[in-house]
T-cell receptor, first 113, second 110 residues
Framework: ETGVTQTPRHLVMGMTNKKSLKCEQH?????MYWYKQSAKKPLELMFV???????ENNSVPSRFSPECPNSSHLFLHLHTLQPEDSALYLC????????????FGPGTRLLVL | SQQGEEDPQALSIQEGENATMNCSYK?????LQWYRQNSGRGLVHLIL?????REKHSGRLRVTLDTSKKSSSLLITASRAADTASYFC??????????FGKGTSLLVTP
C-alpha cells in the first residue's frame, strides 16, 4: 500500500462513452502525475500537476482531459476514446514537483471496445 | 523521449540465484531510480542512487552507477519467487517527470 489509490481498478467502455478515472493520495504530496502503460512500451507521461496547476501536457490527445481540484485528488476524464487507448493508467504523486521518488497507485486497467 | 534502457529484456533464474539487470541512459542525471512492478499493478520504488554515488545497498538489493558509461546495474541477491516482477530504471527529466525504460521481466522459479 503506497498511499495512492485509484478507482476504478478495471473499466470497459465503448468509443462513445464518457468516463472518469479517479486518483487520491493520502501522503500530503503537492505533485501528481498520470502515466499510460501500454503493452511492450515504456511508461508514457501524460500530465503533471504541481500545486493544482498543470505544468505538463505531454502531447496528449484532447479526448483525455485531466482535472486536479485539490492537491489530494486527480481525475482523468475520458471521452470518445479509441481502441488503441486501451492500457493501464497509472497515477503517481511526489512530495513536490521534481522531488525524486514517486509513489504509484495500483492503476486502472482500461479496455476500449 | 525515452531515457533509460534496461537489459536484458527478460531474465529467468532459480530461487537462491542472483539476478543482475542493467540500465543505460543518454544524458546527464542527478539521480537514477529503480522501480519494481508486479504483473498489472503499480510501480514500487526500490532505491535511488545519486550521481555522486557509485554503489548503494538496500537489503538484498545492490545498485551501482557509472556516470562515465551512463549505466547502472541492479543486483538482487538470493532471489525468491516473490521477486518475480518487472524492474524499471528511471531518470528525472524536464525537472519534474520520470523517464522510464521498457523494463526487465524477471522470473524466479522455485
Amino acid at each position: 500500500e503506497t498511499g495512492v489509490t485509484q478507482t476504478p481498478r478495471h473499466l470497459v467502455m465503448g468509443m462513445t462513452n464518457k468516463k472518469s478515472l479517479k486518483c487520491e493520495q493520502h501522503l500530503g504530496h503537492n505533485a501528481m502525475y498520470w502515466y499510460k502503460q501500454s503493452a511492450k512500451k515504456p511508461l508514457e507521461l501524460m500530465f503533471v500537476y504541481s500545486l493544482e496547476e498543470r505544468v505538463e501536457n505531454n502531447s496528449v490527445p484532447s479526448r483525455f482531459s485531466p482535472e486536479c481540484p485539490n492537491s489530494s485528488h486527480l481525475f482523468l476524464h475520458l471521452h470518445t476514446l479509441q481502441p488503441e487507448d486501451s492500457a493501464l493508467y497509472l497515477c503517481a504523486s511526489s512530495l513536490g514537483q521534481g522531488k525524486e521518488t514517486q509513489y504509484f497507485g495500483p492503476g486502472t486497467r482500461l479496455l476500449v471496445l | 523521449s525515452q531515457q533509460g534502457e534496461e537489459d536484458p529484456q527478460a531474465l529467468s533464474i532459480q530461487e537462491g540465484e542472483n539476478a543482475t539487470m542493467n540500465c543505460s541512459y543518454k544524458t546527464s542525471i542527478n539521480n537514477l531510480q529503480w522501480y519494481r512492478q508486479n504483473s498489472g499493478r503499480g510501480l514500487v520504488h526500490l532505491i535511488l542512487i545519486r550521481s555522486n554515488e557509485r554503489e548503494k545497498h538496500s537489503g538484498r538489493l545492490r545498485v551501482t552507477l557509472d556516470t562515465s558509461k551512463k549505466s547502472s546495474s541492479l543486483l538482487i541477491t538470493a532471489s525468491r519467487a516473490a521477486d518475480t516482477a518487472s524492474y524499471f530504471c528511471a531518470t528525472l527529466y524536464s525537472g519534474y517527470a520520470l523517464n522510464f525504460g521498457k523494463g526487465t521481466s524477471l522470473l524466479v522459479t522455485p
